[in-house]
């Protein structure tokens, strides 16, 4: 067994602490707020003859000074398990629940990243609101011969935010896919997806049906490239407000009326990643153009996202981590100007005995809202001291 809890306590500083509401100008208020983060997890691995179980669960708490109302408990659990059923089959299993009251709580992203549009659940979000997510894989592979393999998949997904001015959505997909190894360092492979988007708060579905042609290839010792493209066909409903021409108006007495929205259109899935590891560290190049759910305010959306993240263990005492990226989106069914978003970040971790450790982070998140003033830059910083049974230094980002 390999599991390795954690916990650390250590300052905080955030700005552009808001909550969903305007002022009296029509502008979304802002402040900001420093004071005390305790962060707490395990992480780990436990492997059987023919199983696997992978976990991680992170847990942090905060208190502002003089701006306790924003103070918050985030959770988040991922759970794998992985078994060799057969000589030919293989089952695994996967969980992923969060709770969270602001984004930059979540490393990244939770959920079960078989497919790109899980990780999308929990980006980019326009709002510090209590967010509830969860969501479900299970997946069964059948290993035809040595060079070829078959599997399929199901997986649902719902995403709850307390605000009622925000959209939850829930999901499902289900999944087939063909992979075949050309060689010992390369291997292409097809998959179709079917995806359905139900959102709260407002009638609204999507409906997805996608087909992505997959390659991956060792290139080097070090280097490793992945690529999938292809599409999806969309077909979304729902309701849609509408103003009334005043010579209609006049006979029922409002302004406005209500229309079914009901539209089919093909939109492209592109995805790269490319990886380098070297001693001590790896860095990371990746690019995708999908379909998601959407962050609350966008529904059905087209999004692409660009990122770079390298991470390297300087000596037995030192690591470092840091991560730039930047997203867009545009609905599909709405008529909001494009999003556009951009983070960075890096932290340090500096190993003080052999069970306590020194950890500080900044990171920093731009987005706007074309045609509108929502317009939000959000800064954290946190350094403090952590307790983790090890011989290396933690990293708890």
């Known amino acids: 067994m390999n599991i390795r809890p954690y916990v650390s306590v250590g300052g905080v500083y955030d700005t552009a602490l808001g909550t969903v509401s305007v002022d009296s100008e029509g502008r979304v208020p802002l402040t900001e707020g420093y004071g005390v983060e305790t962060r707490f997890g395990v992480a780990g691995s436990r492997t ?4 696997e179980l992978d976990i991680d669960y992170r847990g942090s708490f905060r208190h502002y000074n003089k701006r306790t109302y924003f103070d918050a408990v985030d959770s988040s659990l991922t759970m794998a398990v992985s078994r060799q059923v057969s000589r030919h089959v293989t089952l695994e299993l996967g969980q992923s629940a969060a709770l969270y009251h602001r984004s930059f709580f979540l490393p990244t ?3 079960v990243s078989y497919d790109p ?3 999308g659940l929990t980006g980019n979000e326009l709002y510090d609101s209590p967010t509830r997510v969860l969501a479900t894989l299970g997946r069964i592979t059948y290993q035809w011969n040595a060079r070829t393999s078959v599997s399929a998949a199901g997986a649902g997904f719902l995403v709850r935010r307390r605000s009622a001015a925000l959209n939850g959505v829930t999901g499902y997909m289900a999944i087939g896919d063909i992979a075949h190894r050309l060689s010992r360092h390369q291997t292409i ?3 179709y997806a079917l995806s359905r988007f139900d959102f709260t708060g407002q009638f609204g579905e999507s409906e997805l049906h996608g087909v992505t042609v997959n390659y991956a290839a060792r290139l080097s010792r070090n280097w490793e490239l992945a690529l999938r493209a292809g599409g999806y066909r969309v077909h979304s409903l729902r309701l849609v407000r509408v103003e009334l021409d005043p010579a209609i108006a006049v006979f029922f007495g409002q302004s406005f009326g209500v229309e079914r929205f009901d539209r089919s259109l093909y939109a492209p899935h592109w995805e790269a990643r490319l990886t380098r590891g070297f001693r001590g560290g790896s860095w990371a190049l990746n690019y995708a153009r999908t379909v998601t759910p959407g962050n609350g305010v966008y529904l059905t959306s087209n999004t692409d996202h660009v990122g770079t993240s390298a991470s390297y263990q300087g000596s037995r005492r030192v690591s470092f981590q840091a991560q730039l990226n930047y997203s867009t989106y545009s ?3 709405q008529s909001l100007g494009k999003y556009h978003g951009a983070g960075a970040g890096g932290g340090v971790s500096v190993l003080l ?8 982070r900044v990171e920093s998140r731009r987005y706007d809202v074309g045609g509108s003033d929502l ?3 959000s800064t954290r910083a946190t350094i403090g001291l952590a307790w983790s049974p090890g011989d290396y230094p933690l990293s708890i980002w």
């Open 353 to 360: 005995t052999r069970s306590l450790s020194l950890v500080t």
């Open 375 to 377: 317009k939000r830059t």
């Open 331 to 333: 609905s599909l069914t």
């Open 117 to 119: 549009l899980m990780p």
């Open 189 to 191: 492979g097809v998959d």
């Open 48 to 51: 059987w003859r023919t199983t």
């Open 109 to 111: 992203s939770i959920g």
